[in-house]
């Protein structure tokens, strides 16, 4: 297992320097320039000057690819500045979700050892320092707030630092896209397996017909026709602002006071739950749609195997029949479905957040586009990029939980 996701990482970046480097000729070749709108103010002459000689706009584009790479890649040391507070850790630097992933990939590879299999004596000795290793630098840069950025240029449309800019609307689009995520999976996988229970009923064929339709609808209709509906008609109809069609909080959010421990209160909660619900409901209507339906389809094959004959026939209860031993199996297309949906989600939540005023990547990304400011438009490419290839390494990963039969040795 250990060796084959050395493997896919090594595919992973080769993937990424291959998606690269298509974007940034797709970018070179779209027409104009990413100074035209500087060039405009004639006191920007000192700046452009100073964004010429740094990503090297007067040389052909391939020496300008190399460049942006190689500052891409190229780690500068910034300041540590308050930030997030963590039990037992106090403050931690605005960048904390450095300290955050350290923690989170260290338990990541405990975790994943226990189902690496190794014959041989070394193996035990080797996890047992490499877990200690591996624990000691995570709790080093989590004490030590160290704090750390990639050369990511300054934004051409004078926004500042591109990493800040990405990272600093980074949180809202993980908030909306994992919302999204969780109330597709929630409510389109259970779907799926009523539906393969209830074949051929009105339910299914009323589930079918509109998952049909939702899927065939594009996502910036799906998000209107909520804000219509849900939103200004219901607040017509009921005389109750229910949903809001824009922002991620109210302008009198701060007065609704905190709860326990500086989280948000319960008027605050249900501000961000009527802030939250449509944009993601909007996203995750698509997904919802595709995932009934691969669920049902796959729980339908496993439904009618020999294995499940004979696990009926021995006198098992029904529940225990389809959640024991046919709902793991039928889970397998699923993750799939979901490690290559997550490229979805994001492209969705660029649109839906220029749809309900988001401020997160989307906004950002489309932003970036409109000034031809590729230092953004290829940062943003390239965090999903790396997203999609993580997820697709998670679910090879997965497919050998859910299946035993599955073996990367």
């Not at 591109?162 to 949180?171: Q, Y």
């Not at 509906?229 to 009921?238: G, I, P, S, V």
């Amino acid at each position: 297992m250990l060796a084959y996701v050395i493997r896919r990482l090594v595919y992973g970046i080769v993937t990424l320097l291959a998606l690269s480097l298509i974007v940034f000729v797709l970018i070179q070749f779209s027409g104009g320039s990413p100074l035209d709108r500087l060039k405009l103010n004639p006191r920007m002459q000192p700046v452009i000057a100073l964004l010429t000689e740094q990503w090297g706009l007067d040389k052909p584009w391939y020496q300008q690819y190399f460049i942006w790479l190689g500052n891409f890649v190229q780690p500068i040391d910034v300041p540590p500045q308050e930030g997030l507070t963590v039990i037992f850790f106090g403050k931690l630097g605005i960048r904390s979700w450095v300290a955050v992933a350290a923690a989170l990939a260290a338990a990541a590879y405990t975790v994943s050892t226990f189902f690496v299999t190794v014959k041989a004596n070394w193996w035990r000795t080797f996890r047992a320092f490499s877990l200690i290793a591996v624990w000691v630098v995570a709790f080093w840069i989590i004490k030590s707030r160290i704090v750390f950025a990639l050369n990511w240029g300054e934004s051409f449309r004078g926004d500042g630092p591109v990493w800040d800019n990405i990272f600093g609307a980074a949180g809202n689009t993980f908030r909306l896209g994992v919302t999204a995520l969780l109330l597709a999976l929630m409510i389109g996988i259970p779907l799926g397996i009523y539906q393969a229970i209830k074949q051929y009923s009105f339910f299914d064929q009323m589930s079918t017909t509109m998952s049909f339709i939702t899927f065939s609808t594009p996502i910036f209709i799906i998000g209107v026709g909520l804000q219509l509906l849900l939103a200004l008609n219901l607040e017509r109809w009921t005389g109750v602002k229910v949903f809001y069609v824009a922002g991620m909080t109210s302008s009198g959010y701060d007065e609704l006071g905190r709860g326990l421990f500086g989280l948000p209160s319960l008027a605050q909660w249900g501000d961000i739950f009527q802030h939250l619900t449509l944009p993601a409901l909007s996203i995750a209507a698509i997904s919802m749609a595709g995932y009934s339906r691969f669920q049902r389809a796959s729980m339908l094959e496993v439904m009618h195997s020999d294995y499940l004959r004979t696990a009926k026939a021995k006198g098992l209860p029904r529940g225990k029949v389809i959640v024991k031993h046919a709902l793991r199996n039928a889970l397998i297309p699923i993750v799939t479905l979901v490690s290559l949906d997550v490229a979805g989600i994001i492209g969705g939540a660029i649109i839906t957040e220029s749809i309900f005023g988001w401020p997160g990547v989307g906004r950002l990304y489309i932003g970036a586009i409109q000034a031809i400011d590729y230092p953004t438009i290829m940062a943003v490419v390239m965090a999903i990029g790396a997203g999609v290839v993580m997820m697709n390494i998670l679910a090879d990963i997965l497919y050998g939980v859910l299946d035993p039969r599955v073996r990367y040795d």
